[in-house]
């Protein structure tokens, strides 16, 4: 099996992407606080792994919708405290890379608030519990050193009478998160009867059938044709690509396409790049060339493509130079290509390597 192994840092240089809710024991009523990890070390904000995908889903769906973009989102349906996508891996593409779990309600009034609702037309009928492992897996984005979080003290004022106060808490760090897609599980729908790898009921299965996708008998199996399956994978980093999102915009106007990204295809899921950046005394992002030196000496064997680093001018650029050069050292060492460009470009060639014929194996 074949994954797309990456690590992503996010530069927050005024910021607030993820926030709590309520902040208890505040100067005022109308208070947020930040999500934050609270260690022996300090106080680590950070971006959960839902936050994140909710990002990327969100950009994938806005430039689908300006037609930059060939991706499908499943729609959401909603029964009392309870909300789900339609659960079609064979229709909808986000259902496919990010998965789902979907259990239909069988009371008598949930049956007929579908059957009266005009929403759910084209819905796909549900027969039994189904549930599908993200091929695309996320790590929580967390600062990379503890840092001292801000709680910034304001007033709407703009009316007759005393004014209210708010308060809202920000950062100042960088954010590490990792990623993970698994190459073969795109596009390949298991009907085994076990608790979750079932991602096709005998609705899902029979559509399955019309649509004469290939037939994986011995291991229960459904699978897209390579074409479309690329596709799918390609769109996925050319979202990410475009990465938009976060909270508190109107106020602090974070970026968060990662100016810092590295990735490869390798063999099975194991994470390698986990320590290819740390912090230094000052808590600032620091590329650890040592680190990646050992990586690519001790997993070699197991990586299948090039090094594919995104590394934005303007972000670390007083690292930059050194490590580049210490980076054609380790690629000519170990008979490696490794690939320096724009972050957005790092993705982007990710997708034409996957698009290329002579890498169908990543696939099987």
């Not at 994938?60 to 909603?78: G, V």
């Not at 789902?100 to 084209?122: C, H, L, T």
């Amino acid at each position: 099996m074949a994954f797309v192994t990456g690590l992503l840092l996010v530069d927050a240089p005024a910021s607030a992407l993820n926030n709590a809710g309520e902040k208890q024991g505040a100067r005022t009523e109308n208070a947020i606080e930040v999500k934050q990890i609270r260690a022996r070390d300090g106080v680590h904000p950070y971006v959960s792994a839902q936050a994140f995908r909710y990002w990327l889903r969100e950009t994938l769906a806005q430039l689908a919708s300006s037609n930059s973009l060939d991706w499908k989102s499943a729609p959401i349906f909603r029964e009392a405290k309870i909300a789900y996508t339609d659960a079609d891996p064979i229709k909808w593409y986000d259902d496919d890379l990010f998965g789902y779990m979907r259990a239909q309600s069988k009371r008598a009034e949930a049956q007929a608030r579908r059957e009266s609702d005009e929403g759910r037309v084209g819905e796909t009928p549900t027969s039994t519990e189904i549930t599908r492992v993200s091929p695309f897996r996320t790590s929580t984005l967390v600062s990379i050193a503890p840092v001292t979080v801000t709680e910034d003290f304001g007033v709407m004022a703009r009316h007759e009478g005393n004014p209210v106060p708010y308060e809202h808490d920000f950062y100042r760090t960088t954010l590490k998160g990792l990623f993970s897609l698994d190459l073969s599980a795109c596009g390949t729908f298991s009907y085994r009867d076990k608790t979750g790898f079932r991602n096709l009921d005998e609705n899902r299965a029979k559509e399955a059938q019309e649509a004469k996708l290939e037939h994986l008998e011995q291991q229960k199996c459904y699978r897209l044709p390579r074409a479309e399956r690329i596709s799918r994978i390609a769109a996925l980093f050319d979202g990410l690509a475009c990465l938009q999102g976060g909270a508190k915009l109107t106020l602090h106007y974070t970026d968060v396409m990662p100016p810092f990204v590295i990735m490869a295809v390798t063999k099975g899921g194991n994470h390698i790049f986990n320590y290819a950046v740390g912090a230094d005394s000052r808590g600032k992002a620091q590329f650890n060339t040592s680190a990646l030196r050992e990586v690519v000496g001790v997993y070699r064997d197991t990586i299948l493509s090039p090094i594919y680093i995104g590394w934005a001018a303007g972000y670390l650029d007083d690292q930059r130079e050194a490590a580049v050069r210490t980076l054609r050292e380790i690629g000519n060492d170990h008979s490696l290509e490794i690939k320096v460009d724009h972050p957005r470009r790092a993705f982007q060639k990710v997708a034409q390597a996957i698009r290329d014929e002579r890498n169908s194996s990543w696939l099987e």
